[in-house]
């Protein structure tokens, strides 16, 4: 089997309304979805996660050409030859996104083709379901309005949801009016995370942390920019004897980013997102890594149906930091703000009962993509 073309395709969403973050406003949805064809006719499909349309160009002009005539089974060497001819200026950013979009494809590929779903090929599925949190909470008018938010916060109880995720970040007051607003709307014992995309320094993450400890935070996300690695280990150092378990690892790349994140004991929660970390075949080594040091790994979440298809796979092939008798939950991350390449991509998907996710079991990814479908999106 050999490839025979790499498609790539920028979907885009405007929003019916504008939502900001710590860091920008967003006014659309975007995606990069990659598309890998063998000689044989087999297809396999991936999605990058960051700029949609520079990623389109690293997997179009860079990385994608370079798979034609290749053996797309051989799904580690890829990795190994793209990555390396891309090392002297791609360790992070753009060229790990491209290869990792490029990675998931190969991997839905080969599960086609040998007739299994992904999971099993990264050792095996250890459940049928996970257990989603909803991520939301948005800004729309720039600030929290703590009103709003809790309301948003009912909404989700109202829908089955066991874990939350917010939005901090707009500084000390209005992140604690906001979380105190939300966790007396949620009662005190509800799996409640914060995220701050990495708005704050050591200092003020420190500070924050220590008022959220009251609120009974399940984690603390991002709290200092990802380049600040002693900053992460000083917040970790110091929330860690308040209960607060720092996460982060969004905006990190390939099993060197996230060694360093381990080694300097950063996070008690690694956070890689397939689309950006590598693919498939980088998350296993991360995991492999996060087992290692004893690190629980939860992928990032954000974007299209195709993303969200391969957390499921991988979310499921994880086996248990540490394991024991009693099976830990694996929370899924969930979006939840408007999004129809997440919702309406792939009719049925994901088949969702309240909180819980089946895992597909159909080959490879076990989600089909409909290429006329998606150009009702291609920009
Ligand atoms: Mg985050």
Redesign the pocket.
């Known amino acids: 089997m050999k490839v025979s073309q790499v498609d790539v395709y920028v979907l885009r969403h405007a929003l019916s309304e504008p939502f900001a973050f710590a860091q920008w406003w967003n006014s659309e949805r975007t995606c990069c979805l990659v598309c890998v064809t063998a000689d044989d006719g087999s297809v396999g499909w991936g999605e990058c996660f960051g700029s949609a349309e520079v990623n389109a160009a690293v997997v179009r002009d860079f990385l994608g050409p370079r798979l034609i005539g290749r053996d797309p089974l051989n799904t580690g060497v890829l990795w190994e030859e793209l990555y390396n001819r891309s090392r002297d200026f791609g360790q992070k950013g753009a060229f790990v996104a491209g290869l990792s979009g490029l990675d998931i494809a190969l991997w839905d590929l080969k599960g086609r083709a040998l007739g299994l779903p992904v999971a099993t090929l990264l050792g095996g599925a250890w459940c049928d379901e996970v257990e989603a949190y909803a991520t939301g909470f948005f800004f729309t008018r720039g600030e929290g309005q703590a009103g709003r938010l809790a309301d948003e916060a009912r909404r989700y109880l109202d829908q089955g949801f066991r874990g939350l995720k917010m939005k901090v970040g707009l500084g000390l007051e209005r992140d604690l009016e906001n979380l105190r607003a939300v966790r007396r709307a949620v009662g005190h014992e509800l799996p409640l995370a914060i ?1 701050a ?1 990495h708005a704050y320094n050591a200092r003020e993450a420190i500070e924050l942390g220590l008022h959220a400890a009251a609120e009974n935070v399940w984690w603390f ?2 709290p200092v920019p990802p380049e600040d690695l002693e900053g992460y280990a000083e917040v970790r150092r110091v929330l860690g004897p308040h209960g607060v378990p720092i996460a982060g690892g ?1 905006a990190e790349f390939t099993r060197y980013g996230f060694r360093e994140l381990f080694v300097r004991r950063c996070v008690d929660l690694a ?1 890689p997102d397939l689309g950006a970390c590598g693919g498939f075949t980088a998350g296993l080594e991360i995991a492999a890594l996060g087992r290692t040091f004893g690190i629980e790994v939860r992928p ?1 979440v954000w974007g299209a149906a195709v993303g969200l298809a391969a957390a499921l796979q991988f979310l499921a092939a994880l086996p248990p930091i540490p394991g024991a008798l009693t099976p830990r939950t694996r929370w899924l991350e969930l979006d939840r703000t408007e999004n129809p390449l997440r919702d309406q991509l792939i009719p049925d998907f994901p088949q969702r009962e309240g909180p819980m996710v089946a895992v597909p079991t159909a080959p490879g990814l076990g989600i089909d993509v409909d290429v006329e479908r998606l150009r009702r999106w291609v920009a």
């Open positions: 995220d995309n996300e991002e969004e956070q990032h």
